[in-house]
Protein backbone atom coordinates (compact mmCIF):
# COMPACT_ATOMS: atom_id res chain seq x y z
CA UNK A 1 0.00 0.00 0.00
CA UNK A 2 1.51 3.54 -0.34
CA UNK A 3 2.01 5.99 2.18
CA UNK A 4 -1.04 7.88 1.77
CA UNK A 5 -3.46 5.35 3.58
CA UNK A 6 -7.16 5.59 2.97
CA UNK A 7 -9.30 6.76 5.74
CA UNK A 8 -12.65 5.09 5.81
CA UNK A 9 -15.07 6.32 8.51
CA UNK A 10 -16.66 3.18 10.06
CA UNK A 11 -20.04 4.42 11.96
CA UNK A 12 -21.85 1.27 14.10
CA UNK A 13 -23.46 1.28 17.65
CA UNK A 14 -22.43 -2.43 18.11
CA UNK A 15 -19.22 -2.08 19.47
CA UNK A 16 -18.50 -5.81 18.35
CA UNK A 17 -19.39 -5.39 15.32
CA UNK A 18 -17.41 -2.28 14.90
CA UNK A 19 -14.48 -3.95 16.50
CA UNK A 20 -14.17 -6.23 13.91
CA UNK A 21 -15.07 -4.41 10.76
CA UNK A 22 -12.62 -2.31 11.89
CA UNK A 23 -9.50 -4.91 12.65
CA UNK A 24 -11.05 -6.47 8.90
CA UNK A 25 -10.95 -3.07 7.18
CA UNK A 26 -7.35 -2.20 8.74
CA UNK A 27 -6.05 -5.40 7.62
CA UNK A 28 -6.99 -4.16 3.76
CA UNK A 29 -4.27 -1.88 4.46
CA UNK A 30 -6.90 1.52 5.04
CA UNK A 31 -7.08 3.52 7.88
CA UNK A 32 -10.01 3.42 10.14
CA UNK A 33 -11.59 6.09 12.14
CA UNK A 34 -14.45 4.85 13.88
CA UNK A 35 -17.76 6.14 15.96
CA UNK A 36 -20.38 4.72 17.83
CA UNK A 37 -23.80 6.59 16.49
CA UNK A 38 -24.69 9.22 14.57
CA UNK A 39 -24.05 12.23 16.96
CA UNK A 40 -20.44 11.12 17.46
CA UNK A 41 -20.10 10.51 13.27
CA UNK A 42 -21.40 14.00 12.79
CA UNK A 43 -18.35 15.33 15.79
CA UNK A 44 -15.94 13.44 13.69
CA UNK A 45 -17.08 14.75 9.94
CA UNK A 46 -16.30 18.39 11.17
CA UNK A 47 -13.00 17.57 12.34
CA UNK A 48 -11.58 15.47 9.03
CA UNK A 49 -12.55 14.02 5.56
CA UNK A 50 -12.71 10.12 5.27
CA UNK A 51 -12.34 9.26 1.62
CA UNK A 52 -15.20 6.38 2.22
CA UNK A 53 -18.05 5.91 4.70
CA UNK A 54 -19.12 2.70 5.90
CA UNK A 55 -22.65 3.55 7.93
CA UNK A 56 -24.56 0.96 9.67
CA UNK A 57 -28.83 1.90 9.40
CA UNK A 58 -29.97 1.39 12.59
CA UNK A 59 -28.59 3.32 15.38
CA UNK A 60 -30.19 6.26 17.64
CA UNK A 61 -32.85 5.60 15.25
CA UNK A 62 -34.20 3.33 12.90
CA UNK A 63 -32.89 5.57 9.72
CA UNK A 64 -29.86 7.57 11.40
CA UNK A 65 -27.57 5.82 8.87
CA UNK A 66 -29.63 7.57 5.98
CA UNK A 67 -29.65 10.74 7.82
CA UNK A 68 -25.98 10.74 8.70
CA UNK A 69 -24.96 9.43 4.89
CA UNK A 70 -27.38 12.61 3.45
CA UNK A 71 -25.53 15.28 6.00
CA UNK A 72 -22.18 13.50 5.07
CA UNK A 73 -22.60 14.25 1.47
CA UNK A 74 -24.19 17.93 2.25
CA UNK A 75 -20.68 18.20 3.33
CA UNK A 76 -18.43 16.11 1.50
CA UNK A 77 -20.59 15.49 -2.42
CA UNK A 78 -17.75 13.66 -3.63
CA UNK A 79 -17.03 10.71 -0.78
CA UNK A 80 -18.81 7.48 -1.35
CA UNK A 81 -21.36 5.94 1.07
CA UNK A 82 -22.00 2.39 2.01
CA UNK A 83 -25.00 1.76 4.16
CA UNK A 84 -24.57 -1.83 5.85
CA UNK A 85 -27.90 -3.10 7.02
CA UNK A 86 -28.61 -6.52 8.53
CA UNK A 87 -32.81 -6.05 7.73
CA UNK A 88 -32.87 -6.61 4.19
CA UNK A 89 -33.19 -10.26 4.38
CA UNK A 90 -35.88 -11.42 6.98
CA UNK A 91 -38.25 -8.30 6.36
CA UNK A 92 -38.18 -7.71 2.41
CA UNK A 93 -37.03 -4.52 3.08
CA UNK A 94 -35.34 -3.16 -0.27
CA UNK A 95 -33.04 -0.58 -0.77
CA UNK A 96 -33.20 0.43 -4.20
CA UNK A 97 -31.04 2.78 -5.93
CA UNK A 98 -32.52 2.74 -8.80
CA UNK A 99 -35.84 4.73 -7.66
CA UNK A 100 -35.18 8.26 -8.11
CA UNK A 101 -37.16 9.52 -5.62
CA UNK A 102 -35.15 7.76 -2.81
CA UNK A 103 -31.55 8.63 -4.74
CA UNK A 104 -32.52 12.28 -4.34
CA UNK A 105 -32.05 12.13 -0.20
CA UNK A 106 -31.07 9.01 0.75
CA UNK A 107 -27.58 9.60 -1.18
CA UNK A 108 -25.78 5.96 -0.72
CA UNK A 109 -23.91 4.81 -3.56
CA UNK A 110 -23.87 1.10 -2.58
CA UNK A 111 -26.00 -1.46 0.30
CA UNK A 112 -24.05 -3.79 2.00
CA UNK A 113 -25.97 -6.67 3.96
CA UNK A 114 -23.95 -7.13 7.45
CA UNK A 115 -22.67 -10.32 6.55
CA UNK A 116 -21.08 -9.87 3.79
CA UNK A 117 -17.62 -11.57 2.92
CA UNK A 118 -14.59 -10.09 3.36
CA UNK A 119 -13.03 -10.14 -0.36
CA UNK A 120 -16.45 -9.10 -1.28
CA UNK A 121 -16.35 -6.18 0.86
CA UNK A 122 -12.72 -4.97 -0.41
CA UNK A 123 -13.67 -5.42 -4.00
CA UNK A 124 -16.89 -2.94 -2.81
CA UNK A 125 -14.50 -0.30 -1.20
CA UNK A 126 -11.82 -0.95 -4.21
CA UNK A 127 -14.51 -0.26 -6.78
CA UNK A 128 -16.11 2.93 -5.02
CA UNK A 129 -12.33 4.18 -4.06
CA UNK A 130 -11.40 3.55 -7.58
CA UNK A 131 -8.19 1.85 -6.68
CA UNK B 1 -66.58 19.60 8.73
CA UNK B 2 -65.72 17.11 5.94
CA UNK B 3 -66.86 17.10 2.61
CA UNK B 4 -67.66 14.12 0.78
CA UNK B 5 -68.01 15.04 -3.25
CA UNK B 6 -70.69 13.42 -4.95
CA UNK B 7 -70.64 13.39 -8.42
CA UNK B 8 -74.81 13.16 -9.83
CA UNK B 9 -74.93 11.44 -13.02
CA UNK B 10 -78.07 12.21 -14.87
CA UNK B 11 -79.60 13.23 -18.42
CA UNK B 12 -82.38 15.11 -16.91
CA UNK B 13 -81.79 18.93 -15.79
CA UNK B 14 -84.40 18.62 -13.62
CA UNK B 15 -82.90 15.40 -11.36
CA UNK B 16 -79.66 17.52 -11.64
CA UNK B 17 -80.93 20.12 -9.58
CA UNK B 18 -83.02 18.47 -7.69
CA UNK B 19 -80.28 16.28 -5.97
CA UNK B 20 -78.36 19.06 -5.88
CA UNK B 21 -80.44 21.37 -4.00
CA UNK B 22 -81.22 18.46 -1.42
CA UNK B 23 -77.74 17.77 -1.04
CA UNK B 24 -76.90 21.97 -0.27
CA UNK B 25 -78.39 21.58 3.02
CA UNK B 26 -77.25 18.50 3.91
CA UNK B 27 -75.59 16.90 6.40
CA UNK B 28 -74.76 13.44 8.22
CA UNK B 29 -73.24 12.68 11.75
CA UNK B 30 -72.87 9.63 13.40
CA UNK B 31 -71.77 9.41 17.61
CA UNK B 32 -68.64 7.31 16.57
CA UNK B 33 -67.02 10.03 14.06
CA UNK B 34 -65.01 13.06 15.11
CA UNK B 35 -66.93 15.50 12.72
CA UNK B 36 -69.89 15.58 10.84
CA UNK B 37 -69.73 15.23 6.75
CA UNK B 38 -71.43 17.59 3.76
CA UNK B 39 -71.58 17.57 0.62
CA UNK B 40 -70.21 19.02 -2.45
CA UNK B 41 -72.21 18.15 -5.56
CA UNK B 42 -70.76 18.11 -9.39
CA UNK B 43 -72.97 17.43 -12.33
CA UNK B 44 -72.34 15.33 -15.35
CA UNK B 45 -75.17 14.77 -17.85
CA UNK B 46 -73.26 11.32 -19.64
CA UNK B 47 -71.61 8.92 -18.85
CA UNK B 48 -68.85 9.71 -20.63
CA UNK B 49 -68.36 13.00 -18.97
CA UNK B 50 -68.68 11.61 -15.63
CA UNK B 51 -65.64 9.26 -16.32
CA UNK B 52 -63.69 11.73 -16.96
CA UNK B 53 -64.67 13.96 -13.90
CA UNK B 54 -63.78 10.50 -12.26
CA UNK B 55 -60.11 10.81 -13.48
CA UNK B 56 -59.48 14.23 -12.70
CA UNK B 57 -60.55 14.78 -9.18
CA UNK B 58 -61.14 12.72 -6.21
CA UNK B 59 -64.59 11.45 -5.85
CA UNK B 60 -66.12 10.24 -2.86
CA UNK B 61 -69.75 8.94 -3.67
CA UNK B 62 -71.71 8.10 -7.46
CA UNK B 63 -74.95 8.50 -8.17
CA UNK B 64 -75.41 7.17 -10.95
CA UNK B 65 -78.40 7.11 -13.58
CA UNK B 66 -78.75 4.12 -15.94
CA UNK B 67 -80.11 5.14 -18.53
CA UNK B 68 -77.80 7.27 -20.41
CA UNK B 69 -77.66 8.93 -23.42
CA UNK B 70 -74.25 7.29 -24.81
CA UNK B 71 -72.38 4.37 -22.65
CA UNK B 72 -74.67 3.52 -19.96
CA UNK B 73 -74.55 3.86 -16.01
CA UNK B 74 -73.65 -0.05 -15.79
CA UNK B 75 -70.59 0.92 -18.00
CA UNK B 76 -69.64 3.24 -15.60
CA UNK B 77 -69.60 1.38 -12.93
CA UNK B 78 -67.94 -1.27 -14.80
CA UNK B 79 -64.81 1.24 -15.36
CA UNK B 80 -64.89 2.55 -11.76
CA UNK B 81 -64.31 -0.96 -10.49
CA UNK B 82 -61.81 -2.15 -13.46
CA UNK B 83 -60.23 0.83 -11.80
CA UNK B 84 -60.66 -0.02 -8.21
CA UNK B 85 -61.62 3.85 -7.20
CA UNK B 86 -61.62 4.42 -3.78
CA UNK B 87 -65.49 5.74 -3.61
CA UNK B 88 -69.20 4.26 -3.18
CA UNK B 89 -71.96 4.14 -5.89
CA UNK B 90 -75.90 4.25 -5.83
CA UNK B 91 -77.67 3.30 -9.17
CA UNK B 92 -80.81 5.62 -9.50
CA UNK B 93 -82.71 4.21 -11.64
CA UNK B 94 -86.72 4.34 -12.86
CA UNK B 95 -87.20 0.83 -13.86
CA UNK B 96 -85.09 -1.60 -11.73
CA UNK B 97 -84.99 -4.95 -13.35
CA UNK B 98 -83.64 -7.87 -11.16
CA UNK B 99 -80.84 -8.68 -13.92
CA UNK B 100 -79.88 -4.84 -13.72
CA UNK B 101 -79.79 -4.93 -9.95
CA UNK B 102 -77.45 -7.99 -10.14
CA UNK B 103 -75.01 -6.90 -12.75
CA UNK B 104 -74.95 -3.38 -10.85
CA UNK B 105 -74.48 -5.33 -7.58
CA UNK B 106 -71.86 -7.47 -8.84
CA UNK B 107 -70.21 -4.68 -9.94
CA UNK B 108 -70.10 -2.92 -6.72
CA UNK B 109 -72.71 -0.64 -6.45
CA UNK B 110 -73.87 -0.07 -3.16
CA UNK B 111 -77.70 0.50 -2.92
CA UNK B 112 -80.52 1.68 -5.40
CA UNK B 113 -82.57 4.39 -5.01
CA UNK B 114 -85.74 4.30 -7.24
CA UNK B 115 -87.18 7.07 -9.40
CA UNK B 116 -88.90 8.96 -8.36
CA UNK B 117 -87.66 9.71 -5.26
CA UNK B 118 -88.74 11.96 -2.32
CA UNK B 119 -86.17 14.15 -0.75
CA UNK B 120 -86.25 12.29 2.45
CA UNK B 121 -85.69 9.17 0.63
CA UNK B 122 -83.11 10.47 -1.14
CA UNK B 123 -81.36 11.76 2.43
CA UNK B 124 -81.64 8.45 4.16
CA UNK B 125 -79.95 6.38 0.94
CA UNK B 126 -77.32 9.09 1.12
CA UNK B 127 -77.07 9.07 4.91
CA UNK B 128 -76.48 4.91 4.47
CA UNK B 129 -74.38 4.98 1.79
CA UNK B 130 -71.94 7.94 3.52
CA UNK B 131 -71.60 5.81 6.55
CA UNK B 132 -70.65 3.02 4.30
CA UNK B 133 -68.26 4.96 2.88
CA UNK B 134 -66.87 6.06 6.24
CA UNK B 135 -66.17 2.37 7.49
CA UNK B 136 -64.86 0.95 4.24
CA UNK B 137 -62.21 3.50 4.64
CA UNK B 138 -61.33 3.20 8.08
CA UNK B 139 -61.17 -0.36 8.09
CA UNK B 140 -58.72 -0.25 5.66
CA UNK B 141 -56.91 2.64 7.43
CA UNK B 142 -56.56 0.59 10.70
CA UNK B 143 -55.54 -2.76 8.61
CA UNK B 144 -52.86 -0.75 6.99
CA UNK B 145 -51.62 0.52 10.29
CA UNK B 146 -51.75 -2.76 11.97
CA UNK B 147 -49.44 -4.10 9.22
CA UNK B 148 -47.26 -1.00 9.12
CA UNK B 149 -47.00 -2.00 12.96
CA UNK B 150 -46.27 -5.63 12.85
CA UNK B 151 -43.70 -4.85 9.76
CA UNK B 152 -41.43 -2.75 11.60
CA UNK B 153 -41.33 -4.79 15.01
CA UNK B 154 -40.55 -7.49 12.80
CA UNK B 155 -37.92 -5.24 10.87
CA UNK B 156 -36.43 -4.10 14.43
CA UNK B 157 -36.67 -7.20 15.78
CA UNK B 158 -34.94 -9.19 12.74
CA UNK B 159 -32.00 -6.26 13.59
CA UNK B 160 -31.72 -7.48 17.07
CA UNK B 161 -31.74 -10.85 16.49
CA UNK B 162 -29.26 -10.55 13.98
CA UNK B 163 -26.49 -8.30 15.64
CA UNK B 164 -25.06 -10.72 18.19
CA UNK B 165 -24.62 -12.79 15.58
CA UNK B 166 -22.58 -10.64 13.31
CA UNK B 167 -20.86 -9.58 16.47
CA UNK B 168 -19.92 -13.88 17.16
CA UNK B 169 -19.32 -14.79 14.15
CA UNK B 170 -16.67 -11.76 13.31
CA UNK B 171 -15.03 -12.88 16.67
CA UNK B 172 -14.75 -16.64 15.41
CA UNK B 173 -13.61 -15.24 12.27
CA UNK B 174 -10.46 -13.44 14.01
CA UNK B 175 -9.36 -16.50 15.98
CA UNK B 176 -10.16 -18.83 12.86
CA UNK B 177 -7.76 -16.46 10.61
CA UNK B 178 -5.32 -15.82 14.09
CA UNK B 179 -5.67 -12.23 13.60
CA UNK B 180 -3.67 -11.53 16.83
CA UNK B 181 -1.44 -14.42 16.29
CA UNK B 182 -1.07 -17.93 18.33
CA UNK B 183 -1.48 -17.66 21.65
CA UNK B 184 -5.17 -18.04 23.02
CA UNK B 185 -4.75 -15.36 25.78
CA UNK B 186 -4.57 -12.99 23.50
CA UNK B 187 -8.55 -13.93 22.24
CA UNK B 188 -9.57 -13.41 25.83
CA UNK B 189 -11.43 -10.14 25.57
CA UNK B 190 -12.90 -12.06 22.11
CA UNK B 191 -14.19 -15.26 23.80
CA UNK B 192 -16.24 -12.98 26.30
CA UNK B 193 -17.21 -10.82 24.10
CA UNK B 194 -19.13 -13.29 22.45
CA UNK B 195 -20.57 -15.03 25.45
CA UNK B 196 -21.77 -11.84 26.39
CA UNK B 197 -23.71 -11.45 23.42
CA UNK B 198 -24.47 -14.75 23.09
CA UNK B 199 -26.15 -14.62 27.05
CA UNK B 200 -27.83 -11.31 25.45
CA UNK B 201 -29.08 -13.41 22.62
CA UNK B 202 -30.79 -15.84 25.10
CA UNK B 203 -32.37 -13.05 27.24
CA UNK B 204 -33.68 -11.66 24.42
CA UNK B 205 -35.42 -14.98 23.12
CA UNK B 206 -36.84 -15.49 26.62
CA UNK B 207 -38.25 -12.15 26.55
CA UNK B 208 -39.47 -12.86 23.14
CA UNK B 209 -41.37 -15.38 24.54
CA UNK B 210 -43.18 -13.39 27.39
CA UNK B 211 -43.97 -10.90 25.35
CA UNK B 212 -45.52 -12.85 22.69
CA UNK B 213 -47.53 -15.09 25.28
CA UNK B 214 -48.49 -11.76 26.35
CA UNK B 215 -49.76 -10.63 23.00
CA UNK B 216 -51.70 -13.85 21.55
CA UNK B 217 -53.78 -14.05 24.42
CA UNK B 218 -53.14 -17.60 25.15
CA UNK B 219 -52.06 -17.72 28.54
CA UNK B 220 -54.27 -18.34 31.10
CA UNK B 221 -53.61 -16.57 33.87
CA UNK B 222 -53.35 -18.75 37.31
CA UNK B 223 -55.19 -16.27 39.53
CA UNK B 224 -54.51 -16.92 43.63
CA UNK B 225 -54.19 -14.52 46.19
CA UNK B 226 -50.27 -13.81 46.74
CA UNK B 227 -48.13 -12.05 49.00
CA UNK B 228 -46.30 -9.36 46.73
CA UNK B 229 -43.54 -9.71 49.93
CA UNK B 230 -42.83 -13.42 49.30
CA UNK B 231 -42.48 -12.61 45.24
CA UNK B 232 -40.34 -9.44 45.75
CA UNK B 233 -38.33 -11.54 48.07
CA UNK B 234 -37.86 -14.29 45.29
CA UNK B 235 -36.71 -11.82 42.83
CA UNK B 236 -34.12 -10.45 44.56
CA UNK B 237 -32.48 -13.68 45.90
CA UNK B 238 -32.84 -14.48 42.24
CA UNK B 239 -30.90 -11.17 41.01
CA UNK B 240 -28.54 -11.33 44.12
CA UNK B 241 -25.39 -12.75 42.83
CA UNK B 242 -25.61 -10.13 39.61
CA UNK B 243 -25.88 -7.39 42.45
CA UNK B 244 -23.33 -8.64 44.19
CA UNK B 245 -20.90 -8.72 41.14
CA UNK B 246 -22.39 -5.12 40.21
CA UNK B 247 -21.54 -4.20 44.53
CA UNK B 248 -24.85 -2.63 44.63
CA UNK B 249 -27.23 -3.33 47.59
CA UNK B 250 -30.47 -4.41 47.24
CA UNK B 251 -33.04 -2.81 50.45
CA UNK B 252 -36.22 -4.72 51.05
CA UNK B 253 -38.70 -4.17 53.95
CA UNK B 254 -41.45 -6.21 53.87
CA UNK B 255 -44.96 -4.79 54.98
CA UNK B 256 -48.32 -5.97 56.25
CA UNK B 257 -50.87 -7.20 54.02
CA UNK B 258 -49.17 -6.76 50.60
CA UNK B 259 -51.58 -9.63 49.49
CA UNK B 260 -53.21 -9.23 45.39
CA UNK B 261 -54.99 -11.90 42.98
CA UNK B 262 -52.48 -12.62 40.58
CA UNK B 263 -50.39 -14.40 38.62
CA UNK B 264 -47.55 -15.32 40.28
CA UNK B 265 -45.38 -15.52 37.43
CA UNK B 266 -46.17 -12.68 35.97
CA UNK B 267 -46.02 -10.65 39.17
CA UNK B 268 -42.66 -12.26 39.01
CA UNK B 269 -41.97 -10.64 36.00
CA UNK B 270 -42.69 -7.32 36.73
CA UNK B 271 -39.85 -7.15 39.98
CA UNK B 272 -37.58 -9.09 37.85
CA UNK B 273 -37.70 -7.05 35.30
CA UNK B 274 -37.81 -3.70 37.09
CA UNK B 275 -34.88 -4.90 39.74
CA UNK B 276 -32.88 -6.09 37.23
CA UNK B 277 -33.05 -2.98 35.49
CA UNK B 278 -31.95 -0.80 39.04
CA UNK B 279 -29.02 -3.03 39.26
CA UNK B 280 -27.78 -3.18 35.68
CA UNK B 281 -28.12 0.40 35.69
CA UNK B 282 -26.55 1.69 38.81
CA UNK B 283 -23.44 2.83 39.97
CA UNK B 284 -20.84 1.12 41.69
CA UNK B 285 -21.43 0.74 45.31
CA UNK B 286 -24.83 1.84 44.34
CA UNK B 287 -27.85 1.14 46.32
CA UNK B 288 -31.55 0.01 44.98
CA UNK B 289 -34.75 0.57 47.69
CA UNK B 290 -37.68 -1.61 46.61
CA UNK B 291 -40.91 -0.66 48.51
CA UNK B 292 -44.36 -2.01 48.85
CA UNK B 293 -46.93 0.25 49.66
CA UNK B 294 -50.57 -0.99 49.83
CA UNK B 295 -53.90 1.40 50.71
CA UNK B 296 -57.57 1.00 50.39
CA UNK B 297 -57.52 0.54 46.47
CA UNK B 298 -54.29 -0.32 45.85
CA UNK B 299 -50.50 -1.51 45.75
CA UNK B 300 -47.92 0.35 44.80
CA UNK B 301 -44.68 -1.46 43.97
CA UNK B 302 -41.95 1.10 43.77
CA UNK B 303 -38.00 0.55 43.01
CA UNK B 304 -35.72 3.05 43.18
CA UNK B 305 -31.74 3.17 42.75
CA UNK B 306 -28.92 5.41 42.85
CA UNK B 307 -27.81 4.82 39.50
CA UNK B 308 -27.46 7.04 36.55
CA UNK B 309 -30.22 8.29 35.25
CA UNK B 310 -32.19 9.22 32.35
CA UNK B 311 -32.64 12.80 30.56
CA UNK B 312 -36.12 14.29 29.81
CA UNK B 313 -35.17 12.67 25.98
CA UNK B 314 -34.43 9.30 26.85
CA UNK B 315 -37.29 9.34 29.39
CA UNK B 316 -40.13 9.86 26.22
CA UNK B 317 -40.05 6.30 24.79
CA UNK B 318 -38.65 3.63 27.48
CA UNK B 319 -41.87 1.87 27.27
CA UNK B 320 -41.59 1.27 23.62
CA UNK B 321 -40.46 -1.81 22.39
CA UNK B 322 -36.82 -2.60 21.44
CA UNK B 323 -36.19 1.16 23.26
CA UNK B 324 -32.97 1.01 24.92
CA UNK B 325 -30.82 4.07 26.48
CA UNK B 326 -27.69 4.21 24.22
CA UNK B 327 -24.86 6.12 25.68
CA UNK B 328 -21.37 6.33 26.98
CA UNK B 329 -22.51 5.28 30.07
CA UNK B 330 -25.14 2.51 28.95
CA UNK B 331 -22.61 1.06 26.64
CA UNK B 332 -21.25 -1.87 28.38
CA UNK B 333 -24.88 -2.81 29.74
CA UNK B 334 -26.69 -5.57 27.65
CA UNK B 335 -30.27 -6.13 27.42
CA UNK B 336 -32.65 -6.98 25.14
CA UNK B 337 -34.95 -3.61 25.33
CA UNK B 338 -38.23 -5.73 25.62
CA UNK B 339 -38.30 -5.79 29.69
CA UNK B 340 -39.91 -2.23 30.48
CA UNK B 341 -42.60 -2.73 27.37
CA UNK B 342 -43.24 -6.26 29.07
CA UNK B 343 -43.88 -4.98 32.70
CA UNK B 344 -46.01 -1.90 31.10
CA UNK B 345 -48.49 -4.71 28.97
CA UNK B 346 -48.40 -6.95 32.25
CA UNK B 347 -49.65 -3.41 34.25
CA UNK B 348 -52.16 -2.65 32.22
CA UNK B 349 -53.46 -6.15 31.63
CA UNK B 350 -54.03 -5.92 35.19
CA UNK B 351 -55.88 -2.12 35.01
CA UNK B 352 -52.81 -0.30 36.05
CA UNK B 353 -50.35 2.14 35.83
CA UNK B 354 -46.73 2.33 35.54
CA UNK B 355 -44.28 5.81 36.24
CA UNK B 356 -40.95 6.87 36.23
CA UNK B 357 -39.15 9.61 37.74
CA UNK B 358 -35.63 9.92 36.64
CA UNK B 359 -32.59 12.45 37.28
CA UNK B 360 -29.30 11.94 34.97
CA UNK B 361 -26.57 10.79 37.60
CA UNK B 362 -28.71 10.83 40.30
CA UNK B 363 -31.12 7.48 39.69
CA UNK B 364 -34.35 6.37 38.82
CA UNK B 365 -37.45 5.51 40.35
CA UNK B 366 -40.61 3.39 38.53
CA UNK B 367 -44.20 2.92 40.27
CA UNK B 368 -46.63 0.10 39.35
CA UNK B 369 -50.10 0.86 40.56
CA UNK B 370 -51.89 -2.25 40.38
CA UNK B 371 -55.43 -1.99 41.39
CA UNK B 372 -56.50 -4.18 44.59
CA UNK B 373 -58.64 -6.38 42.97
CA UNK B 374 -58.64 -7.15 38.82
CA UNK B 375 -60.84 -4.74 37.00
CA UNK B 376 -61.28 -7.45 34.28
CA UNK B 377 -63.16 -9.90 37.41
CA UNK B 378 -66.80 -9.19 37.49
CA UNK B 379 -66.90 -6.58 40.15
CA UNK B 380 -68.87 -7.00 43.06
CA UNK B 381 -72.21 -5.16 43.15
Given at each position: ???????????????????????????????????????????????????????????????????????????????????????????????????????????????MDKGIRKDQLQREIRKLLKL | MATLKTLIVDDEPGIRSGINRILRNFSVGYPFMDEDFDFDAIDAATGEEAIEILNSQQIDIVLLDNKLPGMDGIDVLEYINKKQMDLAVMMITSYASLELAIKATNNGAYNFVPKPFTPDELRSSIENIAKHLFLKRMTRRMQEEGKQIRFQFLSVLSHELKSPLNAVEGYLKMMQERQVGD????????????????????????????????????????????????????????????????????????????????????????????????IKYNKDGGQVNVFLKPDDLNISIRVEDTGIGMSEEELSNIFQ??????????????????????????????????????????????TVILPGTLTNKPKQS
Open positions: MNSEMKKILLVDDDMDYLFVTKSTIKNMGFEVVTAEGQKEAEEKIKEFRPDLAILDLMMENEDSGFILSYKLKKKYPDVPVIIATSVTAETGYTFDLSAPGEKQWIKADMY | KLDDYEKMIDRSLVRIKGMRSLIMDLLDLTKLESGKKQKELKKIDLNDVAKMAIDTMEPYAIQRNVKVNFDPVEDATLTADVEEMEIIFNNLISNAEFVRIKNQKTRQITGSGLGLSIVKKLTEEYGGDIHVKSKPDVGSTF
